[in-house]
């Protein structure tokens, strides 16, 4: 297996800090041209269905295989969804009978690379609406993509118009969260006189033939098959109850196809882009427009390109399903001003997905403070995956990085950091996470490989080799230890105000130096001026600066039997009162 690899001059001995592993993910620009024409319907698209027509005499393409379970079915194992994923089930769709049994199938559903509903079966002698938000309340912590009306319960006597406004309060209690209808043509006809009110909602039909397809909705031979209730094109079809059909790894389940936004290789929905910007001034915010509509995106748009020596990161807010903004954030201590630079994102649709070589990819959203809390990864990774962190709002204006380790299969550690100076608390973000098994495959359609860093990265350039060759591919990287607090492997740095009469300049030790050089410089009318230029045997050097009240920063290199290494990057720091 091929990794990033961080590869040293041999003649030039460099800063190794241990902080700093390399997280790749290489994704060639030239394929979004391909996801962002795909046409099956939208995950959570609430307007009018826009699923292509079926081809008569064939399974639609865009469909996936899934079942639907209900309490009747019980608890289910890892082991009966990873068969039922052998036997090409893509999709599941769990009732919400039993909170219990619900939540439990849910879980381990998704856990397992399954994209998932649920369905609530209305009782019409309950209210509607509670019924629909006790159903909604108990998927909230999965990945539900919709919430299917369940509309087969007898009317009892009730007139069309009561029923239709029965179903009315089950989609107005829905608030916004994707919902779609399931009903038989049948009940539909009788109970609410084939009302056409709630067309523009997906339609999840049962015609228990045996026949993965559409044919007779698009070729009816009988009354009771083909279009009803103003539905052009239906969004799902169970095709055989569990009443009749054999039972699928020793689970009692019904039949389905169902589009669930393409084949089942693009339930994973990846955008990528690159933006060229500059900052003019602090609480400037850039806007992003996305080609894809997502329902649960996580950006992680890092690192900057260097036209800048000036330390910054990327900030992030207004995540939505559309679009999102950033700017370029410059440490607290900095003027906020930063030149172009070119910046890589990377748009995931929040979930667990399995992608076409067997892998597990994750993206979700987690909150975030100061202080490291762990983070439960739901994938059954076998071995620590690539993980990418990033705020997803602004809540502080403070300059903030995301900090993780501890990495596992099952989890990590993350938290956020400002610069050293500050005062070590930052109010609670919304942080994005994306962790996928390393290698290299294709996200949606998107060739890309993501690698952990075989060795350290230093403070000098590292050299990043990918696997393949790539037209023009996008970079989004970030450090995965937390082997050290300081956020620059030097001291002083982070722009943090010094009262003492001296400075006390200092680095980590590095293999076989001989000698350093500590390179200073002072602010002074806009612009930085020369200061000294100190030697020393040791890996530190205390100085007395004469210039008071100034901002200063500072740099150095070592030098070894092979000569001068690359110098660092700079370190800032404030003498005296500014």
């Known amino acids: 297996m091929s990794k990033v690899v961080a590869h040293e001059r041999s003649l030039s001995p460099s800063l190794s800090i241990p902080i700093a592993i390399a997280v790749a993910i290489a994704i060639a620009i030239s394929s979004i041209l391909t996801i962002a024409c795909d046409t099956a319907t939208e995950p959570g698209a609430t307007g009018p269905d826009t699923t292509p027509p079926a081809p008569p005499g064939g399974p639609p393409a865009g469909t996936v295989y899934a079942v639907d379970v209900s309490h009747w079915s019980g608890q289910v194992s890892e082991g009966q969804v990873a068969c039922w994923w052998n036997e090409g089930i893509r999709h599941v769709v769990a009732g919400t009978q039993d909170s219990a049994i619900s939540v439990q199938q849910l879980q381990v559903a998704s856990s397992s690379g399954m994209t998932v509903d649920a369905y609530v079966v209305l009782e019409w002698d309950q209210d509607v609406t509670t019924q629909v938000e006790r159903a909604l309340g108990m998927i909230a912590p ?14 009892d006597g009730r007139s069309a118009a009561e029923m ?39 339609l999840w039909y049962p015609r228990y033939n045996g026949q993965a397809d559409f044919e007779e909705w698009y070729e009816p031979s009988a009354w009771y098959e083909g279009p009803f209730g103003g539905w052009e094109h239906p969004s799902g079809k169970q095709c055989d109850s569990s009443g009749t059909a054999p039972e699928l790894c020793n689970v009692n389940v019904d039949y389905n196809i169902m589009y669930t936004g393409g084949s089942s290789a693009a339930v994973l929905k990846v955008e990528v882009g690159r933006a060229r910007m500059l900052q003019a001034g602090p609480r400037i915010w850039h806007p992003v427009d996305l080609a894809r509509s997502f329902v649960h995106p996580v950006v992680i748009m890092q690192p900057l390109s260097y036209n800048s020596e000036s330390p910054a990161t990327v900030r992030l807010r207004n995540v ?30 929040a979930g667990v997905h399995r992608l076409e070589d067997g892998r597990f990819l994750e993206a979700g959203t987690v909150g975030a403070g100061s202080t490291f809390s762990t983070v439960d990864l739901s994938a059954p990774f076998e071995d620590e995956p690539v993980i990418l962190a990033q705020a997803q709002t602004n809540n502080e204006l403070s300059a903030v990085v995301t ?39 294709t996200l949606d359609g998107v060739r890309f490989e993501a690698w952990h860093g075989a060795e350290p990265v230093s403070s000098s350039w590292t050299l990043v080799s990918f696997s393949r060759t790539y037209a023009g591919p996008v970079l989004v990287a ?77 740099r150095v290199r070592a030098q070894n039997t092979a000569g001068w290494g690359e110098r660092s990057v700079w370190a800032y720091f404030v003498f005296g009162d500014i």
């Open 164 to 202: 239709v406004d029965l179903i009315r309060q089950g989609v107005d209690a829905c608030d916004g969260f994707p919902c779609g209808i399931y009903t038989g043509k049948g009940w539909w006809l009788r109970s609410t006189g084939n009302s056409m009110a709630f067309s523009y909602l997906p």
């Open 320 to 349: 939505t399903g559309r679009g999102f903004e950033f700017q370029i954030d410059e440490w607290d201590y900095l003027n906020s001003v930063h030149t172009f630079e070119t910046i890589s994102y990377l748009v995931v649709e």
């Open 142 to 155: 999965y990945p539900v993509r919709r919430l299917w009306l369940d509309a087969e319960r007898s009317a």
């Open 478 to 554: 970030g450090i995965e230890t937390y082997n050290d607090g300081d956020p620059a492997g030097l001291s002083p740095s982070g722009g943090q105000q010094i009262s003492t009469s001296a400075v006390t300049l200092s680095c980590y030790p590095i293999a076989g130096a001989t000698k350093y050089e500590f390179e200073i410089e002072y602010r002074r009318s806009g612009e930085w001026t020369e200061y000294h230029v100190y030697r020393a045997a040791e890996n530190s050097k205390t100085f007395w600066p004469y210039v008071e009240n100034s901002r200063y920063r500072w």
């Open 403 to 441: 900090r993780q380790r501890g990495a596992t299969g099952s989890g990590f550690q993350l938290k956020l950091q400002e610069e050293e100076a500050s005062d070590g608390v930052h109010a609670e973000e919304t942080v994005g996470y994306l962790a996928v098994a390393p290698g290299a495959g």
